[in-house]
């Protein structure tokens, strides 16, 4: 069907129900016919992701710099296994490669990822769909203080519309998939 790239944190910290919503994610894309586009590496809840994915029958695509394959947190399970020379090559790849998007918990990296293909789907770069999965409320913070941004005039309206916020996996996929029938 369609390959989806899912970023989400790597922290090996975080609590297990995160982690259990990393797995389930990927048991979804296995379960739905997808691919699993993902920053190839094998720890937290991205190493969970593709665990899921390929327990459901998922073909993995890791996508991960040089950097991290040195530090020995590539996923080496992955089906393929794209090793770029940084981090901004890694997310022109993933854009590339991806049909879709979806956002899970994250940190740092999960919002530069998020931003990154937010910001050229708002320029038209591409057209596919972005979903932000705000569990429990994690990203709540975040939209408020962009919806704030739109409301001074930094952000445009448009731009916030193109992403899809969904409150659970089911509903995620339920915005992604029809869309994907749509994406050129």
């Not at 995160?18 to 699993?36: K, M, N, P, S, V």
């Amino acid at each position: 069907m369609a390959a989806i790239c899912v970023f989400c944190a790597s922290a090996n910290t975080v609590e297990q129900r995160w982690l259990d919503l990393a797995t389930e994610t990927g048991r979804q894309i296995g379960a739905r016919g997808h691919t699993l586009v993902s920053g190839g590496g094998c720890v937290g809840m991205m190493g969970a992701l593709a665990d899921g994915a390929r327990a459901a029958g998922a073909h993995t695509l890791g996508i991960i710099p040089q950097a991290l394959v040195d530090m020995e947190v590539a996923d080496t399970a992955s089906d393929e296994l794209a090793i770029t020379d940084g981090m901004l090559s890694r997310k022109a790849l993933m854009i590339e490669k991806s049909d879709a998007f979806i956002t899970l918990p994250g940190g740092l990296g999960t919002l530069d990822e998020l931003f990154e293909v937010w910001t050229t789907g708002s320029l038209a770069i591409h057209r596919k769909p972005m979903v932000l999965v705000n569990t429990d409320g994690f990203y709540d913070g975040l939209l408020t203080w962009l919806r704030s941004l739109t409301d001074a005039g930094f952000v445009r309206p448009g731009a916030m519309a193109g992403l899809i916020v969904a409150g659970t996996l089911d509903a995620a996929f339920d915005a992604i998939e029809p869309k994907l029938i749509q994406t050129p």
